[in-house]
């Protein structure tokens, strides 16, 4: 089954990531312009409908794309 991420802030939280990090960033500036949202359809024939949900495939595209542009091999480092 697949996931889908929906970005609430927590509760009682005052630390906001997305205010300390600058406006030129280039992962900023990527979000801008990559949309992953294709995936959802191209993938929906591989996924089925009972089960448990799986990670939202943006998040995981971005994290295989953030590890090869970063040349991250393994989650070990």
Known sequence: MRGKK????KLFSNFN???RIRDHNFYRKL?????????YKETKSYYGSCGQKSLDLTV??????????EKIITNRR
Do not use: A, M
């Open 6 to 9: 929906n970005y609430q802030p």
């Open 17 to 19: 990531l997305s205010t």
């Open 31 to 39: 979000k801008e312009v990559l949309d992953l949202h294709f995936l």
């Open 60 to 69: 995981y595209f971005r994290l295989s794309l953030v590890g090869y542009l």
